[in-house]
């Protein structure tokens, strides 16, 4: 079957940096996504990888190791503002559209 | 604002009541998708439409009818729905699809209650 996981919750500081891990077991793989959803909003994009390695683009990082079947996001100086649902989801190798999603991760930022 | 706009943003019904939920993109993409959301499950694809013609159907029951006339347009019928069906309903849009990478931009969805 096809599976992702991720933590349901993190609790993290402002200011600081947060890691939020996604494993996932798929047919095939052809890309992973992370994307940000703040409540009673749409998800947005925030990051793709398909090769192994750290994709940066500012205060946000994504990193894959395909053999693992394993990648994180790593959020920097974090803000109030960071507070939201982080969605990790998998493009198979089944060809055409289909993305799977993981739950998604609920991240507090406190004070 | 991403460009792709769902109608309406809230809607309660019966389960013998037929509905539509409609969902328009601004971007100039060719592929369309209906995802539905319950709370703390993983956003489930529902159908998938690219350049009008329907490339995924997720072993969704009949009584959803998804409808694309064209590439900016796609509709979601709703007909005697079950209370299990209540949910948030997400369209999104991305650029044809042979490539990989393809982000999707959603909407705001449409929060459906069925009574």
């Known amino acids: 079957g096809q599976n992702i996981d991720q933590p349901t919750e993190m609790t993290a500081t402002e200011g600081a940096i947060v890691q939020i891990n996604c494993t996932y077991q798929?047919?095939?793989?052809?890309?992973l996504f992370w994307y940000q959803q703040h409540a009673g909003e749409a998800p947005t994009f925030l990051s793709y990888?398909?090769?192994?390695g750290l994709e940066e683009k500012g205060r946000f990082s994504s990193f894959l190791s395909r053999s693992k079947g394993y990648s994180y996001l790593l959020l920097k100086e974090l803000q109030m503002k960071d507070s939201a649902s982080y969605l990790c989801?998998?493009?198979?190798?089944?060809?055409?559209?289909?993305?799977?999603f993981g739950a998604g991760t609920r991240l507090f930022v406190k004070a | 604002e991403t460009g792709v706009t769902q109608t309406p943003r809230h809607l309660v019904m019966g389960m013998t009541n037929k509905k539509s939920l409609k969902c328009e993109q601004h971007?100039?993409?060719?592929?369309m998708y209906w995802y539905k959301q319950s709370a703390k499950k993983p956003l489930e694809l529902m159908f998938v439409?690219?350049?009008?013609?329907?490339?995924e159907n997720n072993s969704v029951p009949s009584r959803f009818s998804p409808e694309c006339p064209n590439s900016s347009h796609l509709f979601l019928h709703l007909h005697t729905l079950q209370p299990e069906d209540s949910a948030l309903y997400l369209c999104?849009?991305?650029?044809?699809?042979?490539?990989?990478?393809?982000?999707?931009?959603f909407g705001p969805g449409t929060r459906l209650t069925v009574l």
């Open positions: 999104a849009s991305s650029q044809s699809s042979s490539g990989s990478y393809n982000e999707q931009f």
């Open positions: 798929t047919s095939g793989f052809n890309g």
């Open positions: 990888n398909v090769l192994d």
């Open positions: 989801a998998v493009r198979p190798n089944t060809g055409g559209f289909k993305t799977i």
């Open positions: 971007l100039g993409h060719n592929a």
């Open positions: 439409y690219n350049f009008k013609e329907q490339t």
